[in-house]
């Protein structure tokens, strides 16, 4: 089988750890027998700054045909951080009707976590954030700029359709783990679209016996995931809700380095895209200390949906194997003095 990936370095530390993985995306093809071309597009905040765009105009048309998009990273210190959700994230997965943002978070033997007492395999959730509506709908508008009066108004966007597509998937997925869901809202708050939620996930609930249902006001929601953090399986939350929690369950296992996500088109229709979770770090860019193995992660999300299961677990297995033996290279957000290259190279050894 062959496949056609696009890939969009990004920004930052972006390209460096892209091109660092793609030997080992290429180990893996070849060694469970498919094979796939990468076709490189220099998007991002750079092109931004010359162009005043992040992307062409035609940029989901070239797209469309691919089988899977990798994303680097996306930032940079000179340009203001809706610029780049709105200028190449947001049109891609709502261009794309990427409804379904799933993000594991996991804390990998040999990584220590911040929270006391936690070892590997403690923590072991995943969240299903709603991608393309809620609170990041592009609804609203300013008036009487420069005036007393001036106003923002900013609106949430809940669909039937989008609400019951995350919550469908995060019970199928809950049916497949260990039969736990928690739903996240501030439906005390947010009397219409939160209860209009809580309100489709008990009508879904009923499809789903063999799940257990429990539901968070988000504030207690992120205060749970640092005091109990082992009782969780599958979270389910709105685009904004599912954001912040999902920065949470990074770091409490570990690192942002180690965070992978998915953007799915659940029908097949488009593309998806995978990338890590971390951003575009301007602060180490070009030192060559880059933790790759977020994007690795990713790169196994993506084989797993293009059906290359075996490939999958081949590199998600490897990063379990290297975090778990001591003196194994790690780059300097784990306490290591590696480098990208140095992660990598082990990880191709070990594939």
Not at 139 to 151: K, T, V
Not at 191 to 201: C, P
Not at 219 to 247: C, H, K, Q, W, Y
Request: aromatic residues 8%; proline residues 6%; charged residues 25%.
């Amino acid at each position: 089988m062959a496949y056609e990936l696009a890939t969009i370095p990004g920004d930052g530390i972006g390209p460096e750890v892209v091109d660092a993985v793609q030997p080992l995306f290429e180990d893996v093809s070849a060694s469970f027998d498919f094979s796939f071309e990468s076709t490189r597009y220099d998007w991002g905040t750079e092109r931004y700054l010359e162009t005043g765009s992040m992307m062409p105009d035609n940029a989901l048309d070239t797209l469309r045909g691919y089988d899977a998009i990798l994303l680097g990273a996306v930032g940079h210190p000179d340009v203001p951080d809706h610029v780049t959700l709105h200028g190449l994230l947001l049109p891609i997965r709502k261009g794309f009707d990427q409804g379904i943002c799933k993000r594991p978070s996991v804390l990998f033997d040999g990584i220590e976590s911040p929270l006391a007492g936690y070892t590997g395999g403690d923590i072991d959730f995943v969240v299903y954030r709603e991608n393309t509506e809620g609170e990041y709908s592009d609804l609203g508008g300013r008036e009487h700029s420069g005036f007393d009066n001036e106003i923002a108004v900013q609106s949430a966007a809940f669909t039937r359709e989008g609400t019951e597509r995350i919550l469908r998937a995060a019970f199928d997925a809950a049916s497949r783990r260990d039969g736990m869901l928690t739903s996240i809202t501030k439906s005390n708050a947010q009397a219409y679209s939160m209860v209009f939620w809580d309100e489709i996930v008990e009508e879904i609930a009923v499809d789903y016996p063999d799940v257990k249902v429990e539901r968070l006001l988000v504030d207690a929601a992120s205060m749970d995931l640092i005091r109990r953090p082992e009782d969780f399986d599958v979270i389910v939350a709105s685009n904004l809700f599912g954001d912040i929690l999902t920065d949470i369950g990074a770091i409490i296992t570990g690192s942002m380095g180690l965070a992978p996500s998915a953007n799915i088109n659940p029908s097949g229709d488009y593309p998806s895209m995978f990338e890590p979770v971390h951003g575009s770090a301007p602060d180490i860019v070009d030192q060559g200390i880059a933790n790759p193995l977020g994007t690795v992660l990713s790169g196994s999300m993506l084989f797993d949906h293009l059906g290359e299961n075996d490939a999958a677990a081949a590199l998600w297995n490897a990063v379990t194997e290297q975090l778990s033996t001591p003196g194994a290279p790690r780059t300097p957000d784990l306490g290591g003095g590696s480098t990208t290259a140095n992660v990598v190279d082990d990880l191709r050894q070990r594939i």
